[in-house]
T-cell receptor, first 115, second 111 residues
């Protein structure tokens, strides 16, 4: 079964609204989670590294005020797309690191469509 | 992390072995070779990884050349459900998790 749960699987929102995506590690603690974005027919692009209890580390070109990341517990990281616009429509994917097992697990992704 | 080069696409007949190559000529000594695949509209799925030695698990085999500059992922008996984009990623042990995905190889398994 899935060890990383990502919710919702898909979301449609109006331009200007905010959308929150959740990433949960189900049976392990993840001090580090990662957020990716994938446009159609393109590869995954790392957006940011989410660290439990501290500020996220964003990749170059990713607006931290637009893509808010919160990692308040060892099993949950959230990505909030603020004031979403059509160009933010994309497939967002999270991953979580099980440090004890030395394994990385990916969520099933969230398809965001901004109208 | 070292850059990888993979063919854009490959075809394979169902039931036959699929051999997916990957070049990573600038790999350094502490970097591992990881393979993931992504089926359409899903998150990536871990397949296998290795450092120097060849590896095998229930999904696939990984053959790494002696100089470590290239590797081949082998799906011994491809099925239609193996149709996916396959990513070869090289990453150091200390930064595993922060993966850089290339364009991957689109593998199409046909009847």
């Amino acid at each position: 079964g899935a060890v990383v749960s990502q919710h919702p699987s898909w979301v449609i929102c109006k331009s200007g609204t905010s959308v929150k995506i959740e990433c949960r590690s189900l049976d392990f603690q993840a001090t580090t989670m990662f957020w990716y974005r994938q446009f159609p027919k393109q590869s995954l692009m790392l957006m940011a590294t989410s660290n439990e209890g501290s500020k996220a580390t964003y990749e170059q070109g990713v607006e931290k005020d637009k893509f808010l990341i919160n990692h308040a517990s060892l099993t949950l990281s959230t990505l909030t797309v603020t004031s979403a616009h059509p160009e933010d429509s994309s497939f967002y994917i999270c991953s979580a690191m099980d440090s004890q097992a030395g394994k990385l697990f990916f969520g099933s992704g969230t398809q965001l469509s901004v109208l | 992390d070292a850059k990888t080069t993979q063919p854009t696409s490959m075809d394979c007949a169902e039931g036959r072995a699929a051999n997916l190559p990957c070049n990573h000529s600038t790999i350094s000594g502490n970097e591992y070779v990881y393979w993931y695949r992504q089926i359409h509209s899903q998150g990536p799925q871990y397949i296998i990884h290795g450092l120097k030695n060849n590896e095998t698990n229930e999904m696939a085999s990984l053959i790494i050349t002696e100089d470590r500059k290239s590797s081949t992922l082998i799906l011994p008996h491809a099925t239609l459900r193996d149709t996916a984009v396959y990513y070869c990623i090289v990453v150091s042990g200390t930064s595993y998790g922060k993966l850089t995905f290339g364009q991957g190889t689109i593998l199409t398994v046909h009847p």
